[in-house]
């Protein structure tokens, strides 16, 4: 019944920005923290980025100062801005939300292609 549904991946050159989102539509009762997670071909799938309630957020070494991760709680909406991408940001990229009592779920996915 709950739906997690991600937007905004693409095809862009190094040095450009995309942003993605992630909308939870269904019954909805609490939202605690939310991310991004991406997971290039070979490699494991690694947390980007995440933000809590309160909004203190967390993100890889590798995207600090490039990304940004925010929240709009009234759409139940996480974001996450990119810019400066590099190659190596190439992989498919996944929403994760943990709703209370539900616990956590994942978006459909989303590919980010960073052409050099």
């Known amino acids: 019944q709950v739906q997690l549904v991600e937007s905004g991946g693409g095809l862009v050159q190094a040095g450009g920005s995309l942003r993605l989102s992630c909308a939870v539509s269904?019954?909805?009762?609490?939202?605690?923290?939310m991310g991004w997670y991406r997971q290039a071909p070979g490699k494991q799938r690694e947390l980007v980025a995440s933000?809590?309630?309160?909004?203190?957020?967390n993100y890889a070494d590798s995207v600090k100062g490039r990304f940004t991760i925010s929240r709009d709680n009234a759409k139940n909406t996480v974001y996450l801005q990119m810019s400066s991408l590099k190659p190596e940001d190439t992989a498919v990229y996944y929403c994760?939300?943990?709703?209370?009592?539900?616990?956590?779920?994942w978006g459909q996915g989303t590919q980010v292609t960073i052409s050099s």
């Open positions: 994760n939300v943990y709703l209370t009592v539900i616990g956590p779920r």
């Open positions: 269904g019954s909805v009762f609490s939202i605690n923290d």
């Open positions: 933000i809590t309630t309160s909004r203190t957020t």
